[in-house]
DNA sequence: AATGAATGAGCCTTCATTCAT
DNA sequence: CATGAATGAAGGCTCATTCAT
């Protein structure tokens, strides 16, 4: 009975492969024949399965969302304190960029590539982001609860933005010093 | 007698022309028929004057790195302390994302769309990062000359990625709410 | 309801009108957009039917294979002995350069367009020319089969070699008057 | 005084690039770019020295009609009867096709092609094949001048047939198994 | 004599999408 | 649910030639 297996295979495979050639490609180098060859898939399974491109670079980008956050939080599991934490949330990013070969960040790299901030795909990149800067917030509200509403969030937007900063720039410069001032930077902050 | 203004007339508004593209939609989603047509040229003068796309991509950058450069000096132009040109900086940040409309860094869009390292594009945004890292190194020198070099170097980068993170989500949500807590943080740092 | 007939008919329909333009103009001289226009089709469906132009090269040189080893067994149907099969193809050469208006072997001619040797191209032409020396082996062989292998291979390959000979000059000099001296050789050979 | 030798200099330059990309890549594949390119000279000058492509190539035939004859006269130098220097003109013909590796008749190769039955290229090719054809001629004479007129044309002809069928297929097999058979043959000629 | 910018048609190939089967 | 033929605009680039300098 692969019935229940199967159902959906044949979008999950094309989501599989959409999500390794977008990513290691680009969103618009990617064209749909090398997709749905690679997916060993036919022209119109992929329009059955998906309304149009950006439909497809929409669900790359939810699904990446969760992997990428799953990632993290496996990266933070055995952390206890949220200094801690935060700190892991930068060597993970050490970590991550290594792996990814510096190839950097799918949202940000998609932002590039879309100028029109109306794109489905600029939503997906802003909510992915928004939920990080909420993720650093979420830790600066658990590490210092004393301090005001408005300087906790100024120390989550300054953890955000150090972030990414270091992010794009080790992507850049396919390099680690980015890393290691970020690193000592959020020690003071904390 | 037009001789003389004339020479490389053509190279300069395909230049001209291409550099405005290429900043709106993408250096991949501009195709060289849109870049001729608009600088009412034929295809054979494009590829006279330039040897291929990524030729002219590379002079862009080129320009790109003088002009941004150019329009950061002349915000410069009236600070007097390096603490006031080091937020001048920041405050030039928010001038120019407003006035491009927030479509942010060519540098780092076009970083976005070229995975592949060793692109020639790749080497002129690195330069141009590059170079913005030393200015910053050159504020720092000036600022605070009793700190260690160590510390020197790690306040530079800190203001050089918190300068990109801001940039980058100054661009992604379209807002200026990063660069108010950029703001904030440089004054500490300082 | 067409629908039967109807299947791969654009395919055929290429490869018939690229067949005639690829004998007529030549391989490299014949665009893909003249070969569409003749053929009533859209530049997508030719590269759904054909991987490439090169794809469609090897498939013409396939099918003319078939269509002249047609003709030429056309020629040689009525003929009883294997002197008058082998007088025959001499004969067959003549009226069917006749009817090309001299313009030759496609086999040739496309050897000549092809300088590089590991061309799929270069594969089917060597195919057909060794097909066509077999032919001659396989006439020898019922001629004169009381002769040495040797010698039957040695007369066999004479009788290609003139074939070959006496084709590419009555292409060149559009004239009849190699052919008359090639079967008075055969003649002698035989 | 670099005057007298530097006298159409270009012009020479130009010939003997364009002589060996001719050959090497076919006349249709070469551009005038890649030419001018090699023999470092400004498309201008190209125009000047020559009327056009056609023309150059027709220069290029000319000078490979001397190049061509030249080598086979140095091949025959040595030779005392018609015999050997007919054998001798075979044993040229395996020397020459190892040493150009097997690219063939640069006439052959221009006709397969030039469909144009009027082209200019074309006259070089049938006058340089024509001359071939006398050169056989000659030595028949030579050889067996008590035979009939006819006889004897028709024997230089037939040795002409056997060499351009052993040219092209040597070509075409990249191999010398058809040099051996028209060796053979010819010693049975004579 | 020599230069090289300028031309525009043409090169082969890929694009995202539709639709009849 | 899956197929793949069909579309036609667009992709980057080369073509042989002209002409003002």
Known sequence: MPAVTTKGTKRAEILRVASRLFYEQGYHRTGIQQIIDEADTAKGTF??????????GVAWLKARHQTWNGWLQQALAGKRTTRTKILGTFEFLGNWMKDCDYRGCAFLNTLGETPQADSPLRLEIAEHKSELHDLFRHFVADHCPDRSEAEREHIATTLFLLFEGTLVQMQNFRAHWPLQSALRQVERLL
């Open 47 to 56: 329009y059955t399965c998906f309304k149009s491109k950006e439909d497809l």
